[in-house]
T-cell receptor
């Protein structure tokens, strides 16, 4: 499976600021997926990031709040804007397996705490 | 609305016993099914995948799929304290590289 690196691994931010999370993959992938895991909850898909096109957002997530960049086939960023304490979560980048059989692999996650 | 349901637990089993984790899903038109293990503070780790009805075994883990009943399960034999984690069931309703829908997870505690 691909090696997926996320930065930062954790951060503490003030209300009203923004945080950009980086995801680097060691191989070229068509699609990257950004998930959020709120405390004690399961994973919720934020958006699908395709290289060369706008990200596709899930219901309840909007581009102004969660802008995503996908400049090439190995890299993506997720920005969480205008932070509030409700944004305190783990944000996870994921990619599909090389065999294309449906499994996803995850980065280490970025733990965000908003004060 | 595609949904994946799991009992949140906690499920407590003694060391050496069989742990049985269950998952149901809402839509028959589903392609593939996965079990992830997530230790506290860590990201999910894929442990099993299953694509067709029946059982699939990998070491101490057995995944079972019944598409007619929309039911998938994970059995862990000879449970160890190191198996204590949250187990997430995930379903892919697409094909190839499409996102997964996750259940809320079942927290398993193996008591030594």
């Amino acid at each position: 499976s691909a090696v997926i690196s996320q930065k930062p691994s954790r951060d503490i931010c003030q209300r009203g600021t923004s945080l950009t999370i980086q995801c680097q993959v060691d191989s070229q992938v068509t699609m990257m997926f950004w998930y959020r895991q709120q405390p004690g909850q399961s994973l919720t898909l934020i958006a699908t990031a395709n290289q060369g096109s706008e990200a596709t957002y899930e219901s309840g997530f909007v581009i102004d709040k969660f802008p995503i960049s996908r400049p090439n086939l190995t890299f993506s960023t997720l920005t969480v804007s205008n932070l509030s304490p409700e944004d305190s979560s783990i944000y996870l980048c994921s990619v599909g397996g090389e065999r294309g059989t449906g499994e996803l692999f995850f980065g280490e996650g970025s733990r965000l705490t908003v004060l | 609305q595609k949904e994946v349901e799991q009992n949140s637990g906690p499920l407590s089993v003694p060391e050496g016993a069989i742990a049985s984790l269950n998952c149901t899903y809402s839509d028959r038109v589903s392609q593939s099914f996965f079990w992830y293990r997530q230790y506290s503070g860590k990201s999910p780790e894929l442990i099993m995948s299953i694509y067709s009805n029946g059982d699939k075994e990998d070491g101490r883990f057995t995944a079972q799929l019944n598409k007619a009943s929309q039911y998938v399960s994970l059995l862990i034999r000879d449970s160890q304290p190191s198996d204590s984690a949250t187990y997430l069931c995930a379903v892919n309703w697409g094909s190839g590289n499409t996102p997964l829908v996750f259940g809320k997870g079942t927290r398993l505690s193996v008591i030594a």
